[in-house]
């Protein structure tokens, strides 16, 4: 899995907003690359790419 | 502890855990990701029951029967899960129940398909019959888009695309109704609309509140009741006629389109559909 620490995107290494609420789990877009990221730890705060939707997924 | 099981924390769990909190009940969000069960000696944490907001169908009946099995209730229950996330199952039972829904032909062979199809007519819609969000939903208008379509699902190599599920296309007024549904109340419903044929938020449609007919809540229970009853979303269309048609039934909603126009709490109301049922 690819991660980083703080609030920097795994993928294109933008500056991402930690807003209020975030919980592990939390689902992000990253402003820069438009990614999906999930909220893997906090205090810091590590994003990683969010798992991808898969066919069986839905409501 | 109730535990609440995710996939993602999307707007819907944040909405929940919030209203958990104020009412202050005491939880665990539990990471379907991180279930892991011993048949033998049940799951390691004794919850006094479980809300199910897994997104994947599969994960969410196994996870469900996981925990019914050590004797905690689940909301909803593997049963409803099953039926709703199947739309064979779900038409099976709304047909069952003699409620109107769309005509509906199923083959289970790429072979058949095509006379599914043509038993239906063009223009048809064919839907996966398991998924959501509109995803891989085709209208097809003739022959040669039927030939496309069963040759590219037949390319998938999945036995799940093999099955061909087959419905009339209903001549919409350009939205579709989804209506709430916690036990024995409807609590909301909204309009969707979209230009598009295909009116559902996470492919852009836009809601608006939709007054509760008694027409309206009279379906919509009774759908609710066909699938076993619980914590539902009921999916709606209108004939040009005005004749309302159960489209699907959904059993772990999402409802952010709803929440931003609706007079309810919606968040609140599921949670207290939640203590209801476990405290019942």
Redesign the interface.
Known sequence: MTTATASTCPDCTETVPVPD?L?????VVCPGCKVEL?VIALDPTEFAL??EI?????? | MLAVL?????LEE?MI?TALERRGIPYE?V?D?SLVVDLQTGPEVRYRGVFNRI????RSVYAARLYEAAGLQVVNSSAVIETC?DKVLTSLALVRAGLPTPRTVVAVTPDAALRAIETIGYPAVVKPT????GRLLSKVNDRDAAETLVEHKQAMRSP?HSVFYVQELVDKPGRDIRAIVLGDQVVAAVYRRSEHWITNTARGATTSPCELSPDLVKLSLRAAEAVGGGML?VDLIERSTGELLVTEV?????FHGLAEVAEVDVADLVVGHVEEVLSG
């Open positions: 609420g919980r592990v789990t939390s689902i999930e969010a798992p898969e066919e069986d997924f839905g409501e | 995710t996939t993602r924390v999307r944040r855990f969000a990471d990701r997104m994947s169908h599969t996330g398991v998924g959501s969000w799940a979303a959904n059993h772990t909603m999402e």
